[in-house]
């Protein structure tokens, strides 16, 4: 039989953010949405599990949270809590779909027990397709009684207007520093106050970063970036040099450097290592500003793409293609 699984542990650079959480909610302010936005790797998926597996705690501590004792506590370990779901992203685009949102939105509308919450989790809620968002609409403004939707989303510009605007929204921060740098040290991570004073992501993702396999995938994604606009190479011998790279990993860091390319070219402050730096340099004149922030947006607008395709090279090629036709223009 397998074991029980353990309560999920906040984050301690999140700590004074789950005090905040938890004053409004003994003060009886806590609001029926709540989306939490932050940086990617800064923990935002263990802090809002953190919180649901808190508020569903008979015996909560403003300290640590669930107490891990109490019957409600012992659903949780054991996956069977009642009152509490929580939707994952499907399918090749690894988005949220609209029929896990329905069938949620119809949970949500149940009564929960007396003095008890009905919590609700969507992790990567910017990853739901706009009919999915959409659906949750009814919930936002219709909340069943002392049900909570806890959403979190590395790009919650990606979220329609409508639901941004029904949720109380709060940007997580890595307000405790020096918490984040003990934990990095532990972690065997090198030069990690270094890394952690450039960093555009959390600790979770610096830590990712620090391992050899992300270097050597990352070098390859420069040389790419460098053949695209160096003409250098095909796009077909390009996309094959990343075909064992997940796309949304090429997306998330090609979006990275066209707005970095962007700000460079407006002479704005770009406050990246000089490995980086030197990149954008490199290929910053193959367009103008007004075309790497319109390069930038298509690649966002990928991101919220529902096609069976999205996980196939198919994406990058097309991607690669407009970029040369705009670079020969």
Request: net charge negative; aromatic share 6%; hydrophobic share 40%.
């Amino acid at each position: 039989m397998a074991e029980p699984a353990p309560l999920t542990a906040c984050p301690p650079w999140l700590l004074d953010h789950w005090r905040d959480v938890y004053k409004r909610h003994e003060q009886g302010k806590l609001p029926h949405a709540v989306l939490f936005a932050g940086v990617e790797g800064l923990g935002k998926k263990q802090f809002v599990r953190f919180l649901a597996e808190s508020l569903l705690c008979r015996d909560c501590s403003p300290t640590t949270g669930a107490c891990g004792q109490c019957d409600s506590c012992a659903q949780l370990t054991a996956g069977a809590h009642p009152e509490f779901k929580e939707l994952i992203t499907e399918g090749a685009s690894k988005n949220i779909k609209v029929d896990s949102v329905r069938e949620l939105v119809t949970w949500l509308q149940l009564s929960a027990p007396p003095k008890q919450y009905r919590a609700a989790l969507i992790d990567s809620a910017d990853s739901m397709n706009r009919n999915a968002a959409n659906s949750l609409l009814k919930t936002l403004e219709e909340p069943g009684e002392r049900a909570v939707l806890i959403l979190a989303a590395d790009r919650p510009g990606a979220l329609p207007a409508t639901i941004r605007s029904r949720c109380q929204t709060t940007v997580l921060h890595l307000r405790d520093r020096s918490s984040a740098l003990d934990w990095l040290i532990e972690q065997g991570v090198d030069n990690a106050e270094e890394q952690l004073a450039f960093a555009r992501v959390g600790p979770l993702a610096l830590l990712e970063q620090s391992s050899d396999e992300w270097r050597e995938s990352e070098q390859r994604l420069q040389t790419a970036w460098r053949d695209l606009f160096l003409m250098r190479a095909s796009i077909g011998k390009i996309v094959d040099s990343l075909s064992d790279l997940p796309v949304r990993r090429s997306l998330t860091q090609f979006s990275h450097w066209a707005m970095l390319a962007s700000k460079k070219r407006l002479n704005l402050p770009v406050g990246v290592d000089h490995a980086t730096s030197e990149l954008i340099s490199e290929v910053q004149a193959g367009l103008d500003s007004e075309q790497w922030f319109s390069l930038y947006d298509r690649i966002q607008l990928l991101y919220r793409s529902d096609s069976a395709s999205f996980k196939s090279q198919a994406v990058l090629e097309g991607l690669f293609a407009d970029i040369r036709l705009m670079t020969q223009a």
